[in-house]
């Protein structure tokens, strides 16, 4: 599980004491992942796989479009442009039909500009059929949280 750190952009911070949550790159060519800035000013990226890869992932998104976390460092600050290339590369994963077309959906919300609100209901519903027990997590902001106390925060 090889990541660029160079590839990092952020979503947001996810504690008062400016740790940010966004996603990397696999260096292997394998998508993306959640990272939270490290203690060493790198990105610790998660080693999730499956449905809790997926969760992760889809939280960001989330987050990203409901303005829910204050602003990330402006260096590394994710553009709409991040966000669609992140949903695309998980719509492509998706071998269901439906399920595809409801990645489709939220997609194309993203691509015409339409409100946040209206792309956080289509990732939501993409949320809900695809990510199975881990999208149970009713607040995405929550389970960043979680995820960036069991990664990074007992490191510090």
Not at 18 to 47: M, Y
Not at 69 to 98: G, M, N, S
Not at 100 to 107: D, K, R, T, V
Request: proline content about 7%.
């Amino acid at each position: 599980m090889a990541s660029d750190p160079a590839s990092a952009v952020a979503i947001g911070l996810v504690t008062p004491v400016g740790a940010w949550a966004g996603f990397v790159r696999d260096s292997g060519g394998d998508g993306f992942r959640l990272a939270f800035s490290g203690t060493d000013g790198g990105a610790t990226p998660s080693a999730a796989e499956g449905s809790a890869r997926r969760a992760e992932l889809m939280a960001l998104a989330v987050a990203y479009y409901e303005e829910a976390l204050d602003a990330p460092p402006p260096e590394l600050e994710a553009t709409q442009a991040d966000l669609a290339e992140l949903v695309r590369w998980l719509a492509a994963q998706e071998p269901d039909p439906p399920r595809h077309a409801l990645f489709q959906e939220a997609i194309d919300a993203i691509d015409d500009g339409l409100a946040g609100d209206v792309v956080v209901a289509r990732l939501n519903r993409v949320a809900r059929v695809t990510c199975g027990e881990s999208a149970g997590q009713a607040d995405p902001i929550d389970l960043l949280v979680s995820r960036y106390e069991a990664l990074v925060a007992p490191k510090r």
